[in-house]
């Protein structure tokens, strides 16, 4: 039996008056990948800010690999790799200085980094290009650095918000591939939060979120099912009563 | 958590700014004009407005450049304090700072050793200007170089933990032009750096006690005396508790439960 790499109970938040998540809760198994779904403003952000620690959990519950993030922050902070939908790299660095930037972060030794640099740029089909200046590089490729960076340090759990945005279709495609692959031959348990359908691969989890509230979870024939329609497209336009994803 | 950690995360951290410095040469050159258009033009052209007594730790009558190279040395630090913050709130807004709060150490630690980053930056910029100084016979002894350091360390970390309190209240970029007016001008004109206190208690009692009570001011003395190779233990616990206040209200202004995520609206 697979275990948890992120369990939520019960998660609540509010922006002054204004609810984005109203009682969340869900889990995100090793080895598996998930894919938070939901329109614009459905709270996807503000989830990943919660599971960052970059907001503060008042109501709920999220544990990562058996840590709950408000008690254990470090150890639970140190299984994850996070690529946020902003780009966060320099761009006045080179990839290399960037990644060995991360690497001092989270206190490895510089043999170790060198090594582990290596090995995600290789994967990637980056390395060649280490010596060059983010600024030089295209939107897909700073996207495959963001990637490279988030699994340096060798997390359980890979957190990704929306980091296909703005990307041509076969930088889209590799990204969604090689993610795709982290989870299944690495075991790398994989929150994916899109807006786009064609991300779905069959084996897939799935979370849908509108307004803050989860309409459906489960396997894609559990949601198909539940919704009682024949494609994620048609579920997903039935939870969200319309809205455009 | 292993020491080895912290150091090769503070490592890190300030490597990478002192190398961003470096690189970008327009700030480089930008943030060493500006004291030297200071000690060039403003203090040659003060230099028979203003008389100065005898006060420690002179010795003896100085020309006014050698009076404001000490308030130069603060202006540098004040600014790049200032800067610093404004590369946080930057960092904040594109999102570069995320990476740097989701590592796995302590928030205050992070903000540590940012603060010593941007200190080591300011130390830099101090003594090539020291240098130039030097050429235009504005010098100190080679102790002096030496004594000032600790000082140097002790008001850039001040300025900066002030700089750093203030990036944790900005919300927006935008903002920060209005802060740097209300700050850093009252804060370097309302101090010992142009004009020593007994002058300001000529002209007003109540700017003199603003003065005296500046923080600013005393990085400044702190400065004066240290490049002189004395110590100005007032100036000095002035200085370190100032650090500590601004250093303390950081924290709880980056700390997600209490500060600026809270006035950012979530609750």
């Known amino acids: ?245 | 958590m292993r020491i080895i950690h912290y150091w090769r995360a503070m490592w890190g951290i300030v490597w990478r700014e002192c190398w961003r410095f470096v690189t970008q040469r327009e700030r480089f050159i930008s943030a060493l004009v500006r004291p030297l258009v200071w000690l060039f033009i403003f203090a040659a052209g003060f230099r028979s407005a203003l008389g100065l007594a005898i006060t420690p730790p002179y010795e003896t009558y100085i020309l006014y450049e050698v009076y404001i190279t000490p308030g130069l040395i603060g202006m540098i630090q004040l600014f790049n304090g200032m800067q610093s913050s404004l590369s946080m709130v930057y960092d904040r807004e594109m999102g570069s700072m995320r990476i740097l709060l989701v590592c796995p150490l302590p928030r205050w630690f992070l903000l540590l050793s940012k603060l010593l980053a941007g200190t080591a930056v300011s130390i830099l910029q101090v003594y090539v200007f020291l240098a130039i100084a030097r050429l235009y016979d504005i010098e100190a002894s080679w102790q002096g170089y030496l004594s000032v350091l600790p000082a140097l360390i002790l008001s850039g970390l001040m300025l900066g933990a002030l700089g750093l309190l203030l990036s944790s209240f900005i919300k927006q970029l935008e903002n920060f032009a209005g802060v740097m007016n209300f700050v850093i001008f009252p804060m370097f004109f309302m101090s010992t750096a142009l004009y020593p206190l007994w002058k300001l208690k000529e002209s007003s009692a109540l700017l003199h006690d603003l003065a005296h009570y500046n923080p600013f001011s005393q990085a400044v003395e702190l400065t004066r005396f240290a490049l002189y190779g004395q110590f100005n233990q007032y100036a000095f616990i002035y200085t370190f508790l100032a650090f500590f206040i601004f250093m303390t209200m950081a924290i709880i202004g980056y700390n997600p439960s209490k500060g600026m995520m809270i006035r950012k609206g979530g609750s």
């Open chain 1, 1 to 245: 039996m697979k275990s948890n790499a992120l369990t939520i109970n019960d998660l609540s938040f509010s922006y002054g008056g204004k609810k984005a998540l109203d009682q969340v809760s869900f889990s995100v198994e090793t080895g598996s990948c998930t894919l938070l779904l939901g329109p614009n403003g459905a709270g996807k952000s503000t989830l990943f800010s919660l599971i960052t620690r970059l907001y503060d959990t008042r109501d709920g519950r999220i544990e990562l690999c058996g840590y709950e993030i408000k008690q254990d922050t470090r150890k639970a902070l140190a299984k994850l790799g996070v690529v946020f939908q902003q780009t966060t790299l320099d761009l006045d660095l080179t990839v290399l200085q960037n990644l060995r930037y991360h690497t001092a972060l989270h206190g490895l030794s510089r043999k170790v980094a060198t090594q582990r640099i290596q090995q995600e740029l290789e994967r990637l089909d980056m390395y060649e290009r280490r010596f060059e200046k983010i600024r030089q590089l295209n939107g897909g490729h700073r996207r495959r650095v963001e990637i490279a960076r988030a699994l340096l340090h060798q997390p359980s759990l890979l957190l990704l918000d929306e980091p296909t945005v703005g990307l041509d279709v076969p930088s889209r495609q590799s990204i969604v591939d090689y993610v795709h692959r982290l989870a299944s031959e690495e075991n790398i348990a994989v929150l994916w939060a899109s807006h786009l359908i064609d991300e779905i691969y069959p084996e897939d989890r799935l979370i849908v979120l509108h307004k803050g509230k989860i309409k459906a979870k489960g396997a894609i024939d559990e949601v198909l099912t539940f919704t009682e329609t024949a494609t994620i497209k048609d579920a997903f336009f039935t939870l969200t009563q319309g809205e455009q994803a």
